[in-house]
Nanobody, 123 residues
C-alpha cells in the first residue's frame, strides 16, 4: 500500500505563488507516474498535471498550462507542483496521485491518492 502525503497548501492572494509537495513514507515514487488533480468547491475533480516515471514527459491541464510546473526529486522522494500567477478559480483541494501504469495525463486513473491539501486564492 502506498501512502501519499501532500503539503504546502494555504491562503494566498491572486497573482501570488505556492508550491505543493507530495511524498510517500511507504514506497519510492521513482517508478510511479505522479499526478496532481484538484476539486474546486461544488465541482468535480479535474486533472492538473502529470509526470511520467519512464520518459513520457509531463502533461498539463489547459487551465494551468504556462503557470504550473510539476517536477520530482527522486532523492527526496517528493513530487512538487509549483503554482505561479494564481487565480481565484484555482481555489480547490489539490490531490497527489500515483500509478505505475497508464498514460500520465487526464485519462490517468491513479490507484493511489493522498488526502488533499486546500489551496485558496483570494482577490
Amino acid at each position: 500500500q502506498m501512502q501519499l502525503d501532500e503539503s504546502g497548501g494555504g491562503l494566498v492572494q491572486a497573482g501570488e505563488s505556492l508550491r505543493l509537495s507530495c511524498t510517500s513514507s511507504t514506497r519510492s515514487l521513482r517508478t510511479y507516474h505522479m499526478a496532481w488533480f484538484r476539486q474546486p468547491p461544488g465541482k468535480e475533480r479535474e486533472f492538473v498535471a502529470a509526470n511520467s516515471w519512464n520518459g513520457g514527459g509531463t502533461n498539463y491541464g489547459d487551465s494551468v498550462k504556462g503557470r504550473f510546473t510539476i517536477s520530482r526529486d527522486n532523492v527526496k522522494n517528493t513530487v512538487y507542483l509549483q503554482m505561479n500567477s494564481l487565480k481565484p478559480e484555482d481555489t480547490a483541494v489539490y490531490f497527489c496521485a500515483a500509478d505505475q501504469f497508464g498514460i500520465p495525463g487526464p485519462t490517468l486513473i491513479p490507484l493511489y491518492w493522498g488526502q488533499g491539501t486546500q489551496v485558496t486564492v483570494s482577490l
